[in-house]
């Protein structure tokens, strides 16, 4: 059987939008501002794509759900280091066909003097 090489799939959640409280400085701490996550889920999907299962692989939506709920509703982070490592250890406890995650977090209205689109982390992570 040809394809990609066990480890080396992924499953990706791109531009999950979220509203929280997190950051460094007191309107941050108690004003809402929007968030916006991309997720690389290191699953192996062979068996996914032979069976066409969703129990077979990974269900993303449940992945998706964990992250948003973190943002939005989770302990308050003043670091973006911070809650980008919370979404990852939620994501690989999630499920332990995650070997591994990439999360990258922006945040889409940065309390700058300058004028920036965003300002992000993108941490890896492994079990």
């Known amino acids: 059987m040809t394809g990609e090489p066990a480890g080396e799939d992924r499953i990706q959640l791109r531009g999950l939008r979220v509203v ?3 950051g460094v400085l007191p309107e941050e701490k ?8 991309d997720l690389d889920l290191s699953v192996d999907l062979a068996a996914a794509g032979v069976s066409d299962r969703l129990a077979d692989t990974v269900d993303y939506a449940c992945i998706a759900d964990a992250a948003a709920g973190i943002v939005a509703t ?3 982070y003043e670091l973006l280091e911070a809650l980008a490592g919370a979404v ?3 994501t690989l406890g ?3 066909r995650i070997t591994a995650v990439t999360v990258t977090l922006r945040k889409l209205q940065p ?3 300058v004028d920036i689109a965003t300002v992000g982390v993108r941490i890896t992570r492994r079990p």
Request: avoid cysteine; hydrophobic fraction near 30%.
């Open 30 to 37: 108690s004003r809402a501002q929007p968030f916006e996550i």
């Open 111 to 113: 309390p700058l003097a």
């Open 88 to 90: 990852a250890d939620a």
């Open 94 to 96: 999630s499920d332990p």
């Open 20 to 22: 929280g409280t997190h």
């Open 74 to 76: 989770g302990p308050s």
